[in-house]
């Protein structure tokens, strides 16, 4: 029911927190073995080993910044809600599979940060090449910024880029990926799954790796392409503005199918 503040440097074994406010004083970050979240705010900064979240809805306030860099377990959490930073640094998976709504940052700094439980970014999404964002629930990414070097992996359900813009690769291995409003993005690899358009919207990538699944949206590549792999589908619009490597692997057709080459 008090508050706790961190100043300086501090470490932890456990920490617990059921009720009232943990807060920093200044730029450090306190770094605790275990973190038990059943309740409160968490507006300081805090670095936990193996992190627990239980009991209803959760809130980073816009001071509060969570890095976990092992295990994450959500029991009875409704939503998580990242108004400040979220990290994964840390070897191996992460899995969140609670609803997670960012204004935030959302950061993948080291090893596999899970998206299991759904939700919605509008804030800024970071992969750094030690790190990889795996989606594998129908997740939203609305007016959010994503960069880094990493990889963005949608493995599962469908995720919606709406008014977004990636410099970060994203990959498509099973899930589905909609454009909706302005989307742009730098690397798109289309291994299995579907990528889909709404509206009229065509999405523009620099560089497009096409080895497998169905291309069933509007899509121009303005960078280099390269088509391999086995059969693929197109139901969609594939415009091609730049070098593109073709290596024999065959395109089945359906509906207004069209590549368009510029």
Same mark, same amino acid.
């Given at each position: 029911?008090?508050?706790?503040?961190?100043?300086?440097?501090?470490t932890l074994?456990?920490?617990s927190?059921a009720?009232?406010?943990?807060t920093?004083t200044?730029t450090?970050?306190a770094?605790?073995t275990a973190?038990?979240?059943a309740?409160?705010n968490l507006?300081?900064?805090?670095?936990?080993t193996s992190?627990?979240l239980?009991g209803?809805?959760k809130?980073i306030?816009?001071a509060?910044?969570l890095?976990?860099?092992g295990?994450l377990?959500?029991t009875?959490?409704?939503?998580i809600t990242n108004q400040?930073?979220? +990290?994964?640094?840390? !070897?191996? %998976?992460?899995?969140? @599979?609670?609803?997670? #709504?960012?204004? &935030? *940052?959302l950061?993948?700094d080291?090893?596999t940060?899970?998206l299991s439980?759904?939700?919605?970014?509008?804030?800024?999404v970071t992969v750094?090449?030690t790190?990889?964002?795996?989606?594998?629930?129908a997740?939203?990414?609305e007016?959010?910024?994503l960069?880094?070097t990493?990889d963005?992996?949608?493995?599962?359900a469908t995720?919606?880029?709406k008014n +977004?813009t990636?410099? !970060?690769? %994203?990959?498509?291995? @099973?899930?589905?990926l #909609?454009?909706? &409003? *302005?989307a742009?993005?730098?690397?798109?690899?289309?291994?299995?799954g579907?990528?889909?358009t709404t509206?009229?919207t065509?999405?523009?990538v620099?560089?497009l790796?096409?080895?497998?699944?169905?291309?069933n949206?509007?899509l121009?590549?303005?960078?280099?392409?390269t088509i391999?792999?086995?059969t693929?589908?197109?139901?969609g619009e594939?415009?091609l503005?730049?070098?593109?490597?073709?290596?024999?692997?065959?395109?089945?057709?359906?509906?207004?199918?069209?590549i368009?080459?510029?």
């Amino acid at each position: 029911g008090g508050n706790l503040d961190f100043e300086g440097t501090a470490t932890l074994g456990t920490l617990s927190l059921a009720n009232g406010n943990v807060t920093t004083t200044d730029t450090n970050t306190a770094d605790v073995t275990a973190l038990e979240w059943a309740g409160g705010n968490l507006n300081g900064k805090v670095k936990a080993t193996s992190t627990s979240l239980s009991g209803g809805n959760k809130t980073i306030g816009s001071a509060g910044e969570l890095t976990v860099s092992g295990t994450l377990t959500t029991t009875g959490v409704g939503t998580i809600t990242n108004q400040g930073k979220f +990290s994964k640094n840390g !070897a191996g %998976v992460t899995d969140l @599979g609670a609803i997670f #709504d960012s204004t &935030g *940052t959302l950061a993948a700094d080291l090893g596999t940060l899970k998206l299991s439980g759904g939700g919605k970014a509008s804030g800024n999404v970071t992969v750094a090449s030690t790190g990889k964002l795996d989606v594998a629930s129908a997740y939203t990414f609305e007016g959010a910024t994503l960069a880094g070097t990493g990889d963005i992996e949608l493995t599962a359900a469908t995720t919606k880029f709406k008014n +977004s813009t990636s410099s !970060a690769k %994203v990959s498509v291995t @099973g899930g589905n990926l #909609d454009f909706e &409003g *302005t989307a742009t993005l730098g690397t798109l690899s289309l291994a299995s799954g579907n990528v889909t358009t709404t509206g009229t919207t065509t999405a523009d990538v620099t560089a497009l790796e096409w080895a497998g699944g169905n291309l069933n949206g509007k899509l121009k590549a303005t960078g280099n392409t390269t088509i391999s792999g086995g059969t693929k589908s197109l139901g969609g619009e594939l415009t091609l503005d730049g070098n593109t490597t073709w290596t024999g692997s065959s395109i089945a057709t359906s509906g207004n199918a069209k590549i368009k080459n510029e």
